[in-house]
């Protein structure tokens, strides 16, 4: 009996690193990899910003990588794997309440629970459902605790459309747009995608302080 072609060092696919995903598995890897990011508690650890961002900036061919992925196929995986996750994620939270969250052994993912509840509370369903998107592990976790807590279907879904086509197409196509407009832009390409997951909190950060602002104006008022 031979071997397999190829060496088994090869084969091994790290899943905390976007380019293994991609060579591996491609465009899609890319949806399950949202679908498992926005809609499972066991997905909180995946590399949702960074996968997006490089996956469009391969679809340039500009990059020494080793792998050409095609920016339309890539759009709709990305989107209909965050899209249809976060929807599961709710109805999970729906069925099973918060049994499923308070199961969790995973102090980051309690972490990102208690971060989810404080956007719930201060800034509503509406925006807290958009802003979720671009917070790690928070995005995981406000799914199904919006469906424990029975946020209104009609209220999460058209939100978590809107906060996942930005979030999901928003990232892959500045990928894609630096990508076809640096030279060699791949051998920046983990400062760069640094630099995408900061300004993705860009959002949050600006709803904290606008929040702060009123707060301090309603207390300078009294």
């Given amino acids: 009996m031979t071997g397999p072609p190829y060496p088994a060092t090869q084969l091994a696919v790290n899943v905390l690193d976007a380019h293994s995903l991609l060579a591996a598995f ?6 399950v990899v949202m679908f498992a ?3 499972l508690l066991i997905g909180f650890f995946l590399p949702g910003d960074s996968l997006l961002f490089t996956a469009g900036l391969l679809c340039t061919g500009t990059a020494d990588q080793g ?22 994620g709710y109805l999970i939270g729906r069925k099973a309440g918060g049994a499923v969250i ?23 369903h509406a925006r807290a459902v958009v802003l979720a998107r671009f917070v790690p592990v928070v995005r995981t976790v406000l799914n199904p605790l919006a469906g424990a807590l ?6 999460f879904t058209l939100w978590q459309v809107i906060g ?17 407009s640096i030279p060699n832009v791949d051998h920046y390409l983990l400062p760069l995608v640094a630099l ?27």
């Fill in 37 to 39: 990011e926005t809609g």
């Fill in 150 to 155: 029975e946020v209104p279907v009609r209220t």
């Fill in 102 to 124: 308070a199961r969790s052994h995973s102090r980051r993912l309690r972490e990102g629970v208690q971060r989810a509840e404080e956007l719930l509370k201060r800034y509503g």
């Fill in 67 to 88: 792998v050409k992925l095609s920016l339309g196929p890539l759009l709709v995986a990305a989107a209909v794997g965050a899209l249809a996750g976060a929807q599961c």
């Fill in 196 to 222: 995408i997951v900061a300004v993705s909190l860009i959002p949050l950060l600006a709803e904290v302080l606008r929040t702060r602002r009123g707060a301090d104006a309603k207390e300078g008022n009294r």
């Fill in 164 to 180: 996942g086509l930005v979030w999901s197409v928003g990232l892959t196509l500045a990928g894609y747009a630096l990508g076809s």
């Fill in 26 to 31: 491609g465009v899609l890897g890319v949806g």
